[in-house]
């Protein structure tokens, strides 16, 4: 019988391995960021002690959160543990009153969602570089000394809730940068992690394309050998042309979906998004 519970730190070994299995990116340190922003929201999946499923529910604030590692062990499919872990991530949620429920759904688990009343809100890409060419790094507009309530402001503008939580996790636990310009109104930031088979780069939020490129350039010195992932949204044509100029090339499309009320912020100021499983 299969039974539902939070996960727990200790329980990460076993993710981490699922992920492995069905070649997702995410690292222990992944694993360890959601519970640590989200200790009621990450959920397991388990038969006779075997991890056979998981989900992750990340809230910010009241205005939006995030589902997202719905995965289940290939041996496990077919037996609706999917829409279990999905049923009790939406009640977790709903029971906080949060206004907007977020995915990025793949093609395989689109039906699942649907079904629960989820709808289609837009197309996003996933970018990737296998051999990213080491731009010199920028000029002194970029410092890794970070203004916390300007990012803040910012980023709530631009992704229409408040996930200060997330990005400060982001900035210890991974590369964080910011970009302002004297005598300008341009400002940005944007921060990369490890991943398995590639870094990723995300969130990058900024005011213009100039500040994002020099934001991107500069995360990509500080990141090792490894390919590099981004996801994009197709509505800010701005960040798909640079990715395109720094040698990123289309790797898979995901369709963002939405329960509740639509809150979209300012797509045109986000050129990466933080990643599938948290907006």
């Not at 402001?153 to 229409?160: E, I, P, R």
């Not at 300012?266 to 990466?272: D, H, M, N, R």
Request: aromatic share 8%.
């Amino acid at each position: 019988m299969i039974k539902l519970r939070k996960m727990k730190s200790c329980d990460i070994p076993h993710g981490t391995d699922l992920c492995r299995m069905v070649n997702w990116n995410q690292l222990d340190a992944d694993w360890q960021r959601l519970i640590d922003l989200e200790p009621d929201g990450v959920f397991i999946a388990e038969e006779d002690g075997i991890l056979c499923g998981t989900a992750s529910a990340v809230s910010y604030g009241l205005d939006m959160a995030w589902i997202g590692m719905i995965l289940v062990h290939p041996e496990f499919r077919g037996r609706g543990i999917a829409a279990q872990l999905m049923t009790t991530c939406i009640s977790y949620l709903k029971q906080k009153q949060i206004r907007s429920i977020k995915l990025d759904a793949t093609d395989m688990g689109r039906p699942v969602y649907l079904k629960l009343g989820f709808k289609d809100e837009e197309p996003i890409i996933r970018y990737v570089n296998d051999n990213p060419e080491i731009a010199s790094r920028p000029s002194g507009h970029i410092t890794e000394v970070l203004n916390w309530s300007e990012i803040a402001s910012l980023d709530n503008t631009a992704f229409g809730a408040d996930r200060i939580a997330l990005l400060k996790n982001l900035s210890v636990n991974g590369t964080a940068v910011q970009y302002s310009k004297s005598g300008t109104s341009d400002f940005g930031f944007g921060f990369a992690r490890a991943g398995f088979q590639a870094n990723f780069i995300g969130p990058i939020v900024a005011t213009s394309a100039s500040a994002a490129r020099e934001i991107m350039q500069s995360l990509l010195t500080r990141l090792s050998g490894k390919p590099v992932m981004m996801d994009m949204l197709p509505s800010n044509t701005q960040a798909g042309e640079l990715a395109a100029s720094c040698g990123f090339k289309f790797s898979r499309v995901l369709t963002r979906m939405y329960l509740g009320t639509t809150q979209k912020g300012k797509p045109g100021f986000v050129f990466s998004a933080a990643g599938f499983e948290l907006g």
